[in-house]
């Protein structure tokens, strides 16, 4: 598993939060976690604004609640908590695979798991909302849900979802067809 892991786990960069102006990097490396900031001058004092770079490897940022703190100000506490939990070693194998293994992956869920796994996270809503997903024949027979709750779905996925429940019901109908003519054939004869 950890050839699925490159060098760089996380890189997230933001403006800090109203009034100020300044411009803050996080990458969290398999060694270390480097939090760059880049200070918005006056532009009429004519500075050249120098990126403060601050390394600490994964022991040292674990234990420097003042680094934390800044972070969970700067980032946010979901931010801080998923950086403090690669440093732990805590890895998010699923979105580091391939697309190919992914989408494998994916066509064997249900209707309803595809809807949930899609709100996780970007990388997921973009592969449930992808063509190659709804091109492989994904949404085979295992889905058999009648209704459709569309609740926190983005649009894309909520009319390939809504396409998708109209043809499993056609389909299921078609074959219920079927099997009533298979079986009224055998009484018939």
């Keep these: 598993m950890s050839s699925l892991l490159s060098e760089c786990l996380y890189e997230i960069s933001?403006?800090?939060?109203?009034?100020?102006?300044?411009?803050?990097?996080?990458?969290?490396?398999?060694?270390?976690?480097?939090?760059?900031?880049?200070?918005?001058?006056c532009p009429l004092r004519h500075e050249k604004p120098q990126p403060a770079e601050n390394k600490k490897s994964?022991?040292?940022?674990?234990?420097d609640s003042h680094a934390q703190g800044h972070i969970g100000r700067v980032f946010g506490p979901h931010t801080l908590d998923y950086v403090v939990n690669l440093c732990w070693h805590r890895y998010d194998y699923l979105v580091r695979l391939p697309d190919w293994l992914l989408l494998n992956i994916l066509s064997f869920l249900e209707w309803a798991d595809i809807k949930n796994i899609s709100q996780t996270c970007k990388r997921l809503q973009q592969l449930c909302c992808s063509e190659g997903f709804w091109a492989q024949g994904t949404a085979g027979a295992r889905y058999g849900q009648?209704?459709?709750?569309?609740?926190?779905?983005?649009?894309?996925?909520?009319?390939?979802?809504?396409?998708?429940?109209?043809?499993?019901?056609?389909?299921?109908?078609a074959q219920q067809q079927q099997h009533s003519k298979r079986k009224n054939s055998v009484w018939h004869l």
């Design 14 to 41: 933001q403006q800090a939060a109203p009034p100020c102006k300044d411009y803050h990097q996080l990458t969290v490396t398999q060694t270390q976690v480097v939090f760059k900031v880049w200070r918005v001058s």
């Design 146 to 173: 009648s209704e459709v709750t569309m609740e926190g779905v983005s649009p894309t996925l909520q009319r390939r979802l809504v396409v998708f429940h109209r043809r499993q019901v056609l389909s299921r109908l």
């Design 58 to 63: 994964h022991t040292d940022f674990l234990q």
